[in-house]
């Protein structure tokens, strides 16, 4: 945690700051990022992946692991406490990939190694039930907002549509070409934006699973891909270094933000949708404006590539994971 003397120190900037701030004519409000985390986790034994925030703010799960190195961990902190929630286990000696959280809280999906996907209980993780769901391995997935249907895509180049409650697919995706890295839904639950190894962005009916867009990864591997909050935008971004940002009702491209300095691996909108923040295979983050799609700054986050960004429910913080092999939590933008 964050020593006394840390907070004193930001105390006492804070102050200054706003001393100086005072004497200054009255402007718009200009985000920025904290230079220093409120704290880092570390000890994981390979890459961490992904991180998520309950829908209550309290519980921040982590998962780390590698498809080719027993080294996974599964590791669940009490943000209220400070402390590691000591049930959390990964089953899967590789690790989990990806996790989702429910709207409603009660339950926590992990996608795993094995190509399973478990549903537990996000006060101990403990496994509820279970369902192979992409043979190779499950590399995404999310819950639609009711909280009744679960998306997923894999290694095998599929996405399906799950009933949570028969563990049934209702629909299957099938169109890529590769590993599918990414997805998203967009906040209505009726279109699925997925972004792949093969360059490409797809967007595909959650109902009927037909496809109905092809985006273009400018020939490169599409590592995220994000709806905006309000739906009206989306954003993809890989490993040529740039985040296209796209118009979901037209499907025209309407900016390419950022340059060919490193791909970027991570991305997310503030929950706002005020910003977007992006995270870079040298360990960067980078924050955008979304009003006029102006760069407010970069710093080094980490030591290498950021892998997943998460803001809390209430916007007030945020986590991120890394090949490093450290999450760190920030004051959010």
């Not at 109905?212 to 994000?226: A, F, H, L």
Request: net charge neutral.
């Amino acid at each position: 945690m964050v020593s006394l003397n840390h907070w004193l120190s930001a105390a006492i900037i804070a102050l200054s700051v706003g001393a100086v701030a005072s004497a200054q004519p009255a402007g718009p409000a200009r985000a920025s990022l904290s230079k220093q985390p409120r704290f880092t986790l570390s000890g994981y034994k390979d890459v961490v992946w992904c991180v998520a925030f309950s829908p209550d703010g309290k519980l921040l799960v982590t998962c780390s692991g590698n498809r080719d190195a027993l080294a996974g961990e599964f590791r669940g902190y009490d943000l209220t406490s400070g402390k590691p929630v000591q049930r959390f286990v990964s089953e899967e000696a590789r690790g989990v990939r990806w996790v989702s959280f429910a709207p409603d809280g009660k339950t926590l999906a992990t996608a795993e190694y094995d190509g399973m996907v478990k549903i537990r209980d996000p006060a101990t993780g403990r496994v509820l039930t279970k369902f192979e769901a992409h043979p190779g391995g499950v590399q995404c997935l999310k819950f639609t907002r009711d909280g009744k249907t679960l998306v997923t895509c894999g290694k095998d180049k599929l996405c399906r549509v799950w009933d949570v409650a028969t563990r049934k697919a209702t629909a299957t995706m099938s169109g890529h070409n590769n590993h599918v890295y990414s997805l998203d839904l967009s906040p209505d639950d009726k279109t699925l934006l997925t972004g792949c190894n093969d360059s490409t962005a797809v967007l595909w009916n959650v109902a009927t699973g037909e496809l109905t867009g092809t985006i273009p990864g400018n020939n490169s591997p599409v590592e995220v891909v994000r709806f905006s909050p309000d739906g009206k935008l989306f954003a993809v971004a890989g490993w040529d270094g740039f985040v296209y940002v796209w118009d979901t009702a037209t499907e025209t491209r309407i900016r390419e933000l950022g340059g060919p300095k490193g791909g970027i691996l991570a991305m997310a909108f503030t929950p706002d949708g005020k910003y977007l923040l992006d995270g870079t295979d040298p360990g960067l983050l980078q924050l955008w404006d979304v009003a006029v799609w102006q760069e407010l700054g970069k710093i080094e986050a980490h030591n290498s590539q950021v892998r997943a960004i998460a803001f809390s429910p209430d916007g007030k913080l945020m986590a991120t994971a890394s090949h490093d092999h450290t999450v760190k939590i920030w004051d959010a933008p």
